[in-house]
Each structure stands twice: as structure tokens, then as C-alpha cells.
């Protein structure tokens, strides 16, 4: 029996919408402060790139910053106060002015895996700047002291000298992990990627009650959009905002 020609496109018939992709962080890849100074002292410890990691991994955890900003920090982005302050004031600034994402070498014009970029969501030549808690201050002034910067002043390279590569410190952090967390804990999504640390430093920064435009400034991001994003990060806010409101209705 031969095959008629359909009298309509069968196709049309069909609806099908695409699926929605949450945006949102997931609350559970998020450490709290003792989980992420754990990972740090493991990073420490893998041989032989773990010590000039710390600083890497730690600028994402206490400045949110996206890895391929931490790569491409300089010499002359970091700004400490004098060692005669008291440690409890010692903070520093990250003045942040570009990144360089790992494109891979068949899309860039040289050839090299990665490309310098204007920061994301900032237009061509913008900046941020980004305080440093004294704890990240303390640890940029050990990386600064033990280890040369690179020829062209970026703080994080390989240990032979070139451009810090992707792979390795992924591995490293695959390795801190397997150290300083729990069975469950490494089964779960917490801390699964080295931009976690950002995540959890910016649900930090929120939690602890910095206006969400002073943290979107930080982080670069538009204040919806941060919102939007951490929107399941930001815990026990409800209480304090009812106890403001108290506050703002009493009768004097």
C-alpha cells in the first residue's frame, strides 16, 4: 500500500514549550565560614600547586570573585593598608578591571585558551572595587611574600611559570574536598565548584545584612538579577524584617 500525502503538517499539532531552567543558587552548594576555612587549609596542602592556591580560591571566597577575574588579578589591582594597622581593621581593596574566561585556543585569535575581556555585565573599560576582609588581606600578603608574580604581573600562575591552567586547579580543589568534607557532604553539591565560593561569599555578604546594592556593586551584578539569584540563599531574614517594622510603628 503506497503512502498518501498528508493533508496538514502533523508537526503544527504539536505544543511544546522549553522547559524552564531555574537561574537560582542552590542553597546547598553554599559552605558557611568553618566548611570554607577547611577547604582552604586542604587546598593548601596538595602538592605541588596547592600553596600558591590558597589566595586564588580564597578572593572568590571573601571578594565573590568569578574565577576568571581571580586569574587575571594583578599586582597593581591589589591595594593592602600598611602592615602597622591593627588586624582587626586590615582591610585592603581589589580594584577590578577585567577577566579572562577559558574561551579554549580554537576561539581566540592567538591561539591561547584564554581572552581578556571587559568584566561581565560592565561595559567596555568599567571597574569595580571589592574590600578585602583582613582574613584575605592576611592571605594575599603571605601569596605576595612567598611567591614572585608573574611577568606580567598576574598574582596566580602555574608553578613553571605560565598561565594558570583550568585543569589544575580543578583538580586541586577536587582533592580539597575529598580532605576536608564528609562522605555525605562530597556526595552532595556543596562546594562542587570553585565558583561556590563565590556563591557563598555573596549569601554571606546578604545574610549578614549589607544592603543588597552595596553587595551588587561588589559582586557586579544588576541588584534584580542578584536578587534573583540568591533569592534561596538569604536566610532568616523574615524575623529582623518584622522586628523593623515593630520598631518603625512604635509609639514614642
Request: with cysteine; aromatic share 6%.
Amino acid at each position: 500500500m503506497g503512502l498518501g500525502l498528508l493533508e496538514q503538517n502533523p508537526i503544527r499539532r504539536i505544543k511544546w514549550s522549553m522547559p524552564k531552567v531555574s537561574s537560582q543558587v542552590d542553597r546547598r552548594s553554599v559552605v558557611n565560614p568553618r566548611q570554607a576555612r577547611a577547604l582552604l587549609e586542604a587546598a593548601r596542602a596538595q602538592q605541588p600547586s596547592g600553596p600558591r592556591l590558597v589566595a586564588f580560591f580564597a578572593v572568590m571566597y571573601y571578594a565573590g570573585l568569578r574565577p576568571e577575574e581571580a586569574i587575571n588579578l594583578s599586582r597593581d589591582n591589589v591595594i593592602l593598608p600598611s602592615h602597622d594597622r591593627s588586624d582587626d581593621d586590615d582591610w585592603g581593596e581589589l580594584h577590578i578591571r577585567s577577566a579572562t574566561p577559558d574561551a579554549g585556543g580554537e576561539w581566540t585569535d592567538d591561539g591561547s585558551k584564554r581572552e581578556t575581556r571587559q568584566l561581565k555585565h560592565r561595559a567596555e573599560g568599567d571597574s569595580r572595587v571589592v574590600p578585602t576582609h583582613p582574613e584575605l588581606t592576611r592571605l594575599l600578603r603571605d601569596h605576595l611574600g612567598n611567591f614572585a608574580t608573574a611577568s606580567d604581573g598576574r598574582l596566580f600562575d602555574g608553578v613553571r611559570g605560565a598561565e594558570l591552567p583550568t585543569i589544575t586547579y580543578r583538580r586541586a580543589w577536587i582533592k580539597a574536598r575529598q580532605t576536608a568534607l564528609t562522605a555525605v557532604e562530597q556526595a552532595s553539591p556543596l562546594a562542587r565548584r570553585p565558583y561556590d565560593l563565590r556563591h557563598a561569599c555573596l549569601s554571606t555578604w546578604l545574610n549578614g545584612g549589607v544592603y543588597p546594592t552595596q553587595v551588587a556593586e561588589w559582586a557586579g551584578h544588576g541588584v534584580d538579577v542578584l536578587l534573583r539569584i540568591y533569592a534561596k540563599c538569604v536566610v532568616g531574614q523574615d524575623e529582623l524584617a518584622k522586628r523593623r517594622i515593630s520598631e518603625a510603628l512604635r509609639e514614642d
